[in-house]
């Protein structure tokens, strides 16, 4: 397959979809060029480029849109070799599909119950939530995990970019609601010490510095 020659992605600073296809890109040392969308006012062009969901992120190859951040962060892996994101292995690749669906489908979906609720709802939100970690963790050690600092290792893969970005995000809520604990290391000391790990690789650190200029813009 040929290089691609134009590479564009559309996202937003706050959204924590789009910084996980930045991290993928700057793992992989590809470069590109970056498009911050106004979510209040969604351009021609970027509906264009996604009229199904309308949502960030979405990224541009050679003019080809492609959707939704699991998605692209399968296709930058496919598309772009070294380092790998997912083993080898054909069964262990399962696994990874497997639970990078489930922080999408189960977890993703109980921060935004979280957010929005209060009192005793959010207290069962907060509950159903950290079943789900504590389900994410025990599956991870029982499938996947090898000795590391990361899901399979040295190197950061898919499950620790999701995982990775997800923690930043629960830090974030931890601050907002000093009330909640969401990052219980005695429940999933394993996640909590990817995200510990995560957290301090210069492509996380070097993406937040570039985002946070378009939130002061």
């Known amino acids: 397959m040929a290089e691609p ?3 564009k992605l559309f996202g937003a ?14 793992l992989k040392g590809v470069s590109y060029d970056y498009v911050n969308v106004d979510l209040k006012n969604k351009s021609e062009e970027f509906l264009r480029m996604n009229p199904v969901h309308k949502k960030v992120p979405v990224l541009v190859v050679d003019g080809k849109p492609i959707a ?9 892996d496919d598309t772009w070799k070294q380092p790998p994101f997912m083993p080898q292995d054909v069964y262990l690749k399962s696994k990874v599909r497997f639970w990078a669906d489930f922080i999408y489908q189960k977890m993703a979906p109980q ?32 499938d996947i995990y090898v000795q590391g600092p990361f899901v399979h290792g040295q190197n950061p893969g898919i499950l620790d970019i999701i995982i990775g970005t ?27 010490s990817i995200i510990d790990a995560y957290a301090e690789l210069d492509i996380v650190k070097d993406t937040a510095e570039m985002l946070s200029q378009y939130l002061h813009a």
């Not at 939704?68 to 930058?76: A, D, G, H, K, N």
């Not at 995000?169 to 429940?187: H, N, R, S, T, V």
């Open 5 to 7: 020659k134009e590479i």
């Open 13 to 26: 600073a706050l959204s924590g979809y789009a910084t996980m296809v930045h991290h993928a890109f700057r």
């Open 68 to 76: 939704e951040s699991l998605v692209i962060l399968q296709y930058v």
């Open 111 to 142: 921060t935004y119950a979280i957010r929005l609720s209060e009192g005793e709802a959010q207290k069962k939100a907060v509950e159903e939530f950290l079943g789900y970690f504590k389900t994410l963790e025990d599956g991870i050690n029982k």
């Open 166 to 192: 997800l923690g930043a995000g629960l830090k974030y809520f931890e601050q907002a609601f000093p009330d909640l604990k969401l990052l219980d290391k005695e429940l999933v000391p394993l996640s909590c």
